[in-house]
């Protein structure tokens, strides 16, 4: 794409981190402070975030935008799917909050207002906001269930405590 400016690049007058900051938006950000941040035996697992490029840690993304689901219908409660999180040795969660707005907004996946509120609880209960400055918090904008302040704050990490908080 010519609006692209990927010579700038190529010819050496932005630097590589800078293109995929351009590129990538919060991803990239995110995953550089998984890589910067997270023990070097952290385990990530994706919420509405298929790709795992870049991450240095060992990740499970979420493929096919459905793991909030599987994890609903397969362990129904958030203390259940905190436990069975643990059990899996994961350490820590990537949410793309811009993902799941987006997932709300347009109804193409069946998540719904109480799918959106359990992860809340799951948040309130059991993770602590290690990256990302607005807590998850779900609103209505045009007449739809959303991630407030997702465009702004597209991804947030949490460690995954040991009990409920």
Do not use: C
């Amino acid at each position: 794409m010519a609006s692209d400016n990927a010579l700038a690049y190529l010819a050496g007058f932005e630097s590589r981190e800078a293109y995929l900051t351009r590129h990538l938006d919060g991803y990239y950000a995110a995953i550089q402070f998984v890589n910067a941040n997270l023990p070097a035996n952290a385990r990530v697992y994706f919420l509405w975030e298929p790709r795992s490029y870049y991450a240095e840690r060992a990740v499970q993304p979420d493929a096919i935008l459905d793991a909030w689901a599987h994890l609903r219908w397969q362990y129904h409660d958030v203390d259940s799917i905190a436990a069975a999180l643990r059990e899996r040795g994961y350490t820590h969660l990537l949410l793309s909050r811009s993902g799941l707005d987006f997932m709300l907004q347009t109804g193409n996946d069946p998540i719904t207002l109480d799918d959106a509120r359990a992860l809340e609880a799951l948040a309130a209960r059991h993770l602590r906001q290690i990256y990302g400055k607005t807590p998850l918090e779900t609103v209505t904008r045009n007449d739809k269930p959303a991630v407030l302040g997702a465009a702004d704050a597209p991804y947030a990490i949490y460690e995954i405590t040991e009990q409920a908080q």
